[in-house]
């Protein structure tokens, strides 16, 4: 056998490659640049597998001889997008890693049609004058909103953290803002809520204990410097057993009485009742203004179902000192976010709201799951099947199919909303439980991931597992051939 440094030598250069006929096709297309930039990376893939001895000087020679394939695989990771679109197998509906909120069709078309050509984002086509961007969507606000509580008007930034910074901002700043210690959350990312507060310019006041805080604690921390009584939703986690807090309605009183505005950060926000899909204990923003609250922060990328963006709904002499701070400029949305909330706020005023992805989601009826999950089943174990099944000469015994022996089993399981969301709310759903009897639960969930297009799974108790709630109808045939691939690669 060869020495390692023989075979290294059997390596082509990158300018023999640059000249062979396929290579040379591919430089046409795409730049000699980029393809001798992918002629580096695919040699020294071959080099590293050299060094852990993967390769023989006969593998070698076949990996050679296929290696304007391994050239292409490069170009394409190099010059395809980095942003993707993957098949969400998780069964968590507002999944933070993976966007959350999916936008609804009638959101891109409303892109397209406004975003690729010039609009009237900051133009008022009655008076030929320049008008405001968030007019828009107040509108809409408006009647979805005004119905439960008069004159409450509504903005837009960039996120909930940006809205919650802006509202401190202005009516806090130098002063004093008090909150409960049950309620100093940190969100996704590491974020905490004091660490917001104290980019804002207000000073946190801290009232009560963890696990109990009184009325009577808000009111005895109230002193000359307070400017704000702040209440935030505990979106993301529980505390039960000795608990007590105030509520919305004695906080907003207690505001009424010093003349202080009361903010609720809610974090997620949805503008309909969940009750009716089964999620129990996280309230929506009518509630929130309903009970008098004086400000409501919220997500538009969570429960609303829309793009990414902060929401600030309340009092209309309120908002109006917010539109009207520096900060506000800084932290407004672009036209392309204005389009998408638009299309996704008038499904809720047609209430249509099957129109909405994440309300869909959420909505969708066990049985269906089941039996859309059956069929793809059916479809793994009849493939692996015959796969396991092929005689030792041919193709597998040479090498080029390897049957992985997939194993598909449906079983009861739960779908999470997330985005920090009713975290101990779920919705019932039917899973695919896949066992691969030549590769281990990581190893499948990796080689899925590494599909086209990736699958994301979960992995428990040795098994990946998929929720077809999170995963869109149509998607079912290209995950399915996806899942046959891995069963036959």
Known sequence: MKARAEIYRELPSVDELLRSAEIAELTSREGQAAVADACRNALSRLRGEIAAGYLDPERLKMAVAEIHVAVQKELARALGYSLRSVINTTGVILHTNLGRAPIAEEGFKHIRESAAVYSNLEFDLESGERGKRDTHVDRLFRKLLNEFASNISTIVVNNNAAAVLLTLNTFAEGGEVIVSRGELVEIGGSFRIPDVMGKSGAVLREAGTTNRTRISDYENAINERTRLLLRVHRSNFEITGFTEQPSLEELVALGRKYNLPVLEDLGSGSLIDLRKVGILNEPSVLDSLRSGVDVVTYSGDKLLGGPQAGLISGREDLVKKMRSNSLFRALRVDKLTYAALEATLLAYVKRDYSAVPTLRMMQAAKSEITRRAEAVATKINLTSDATHSTPSAGPVAQGWLRPTR???????????????????????????????????????????????????????????LLDLRTVFPEQDEVLTKVLVRAATR
């Open 406 to 464: 997939l194993q598909a089993e449906l079983i009861d399981g739960d779908s999470l909303l997330g985005g920090g969301s009713a975290p101990s709310s779920t919705l019932p759903t039917t899973v695919i439980a896949l066992t691969c009897y030549s590769l281990s639960a990581n190893e499948l969930a990796a080689r899925l991931r590494a599909s086209d297009p990736p699958v994301i799974a979960r992995v428990e108790e040795g098994r990946v």
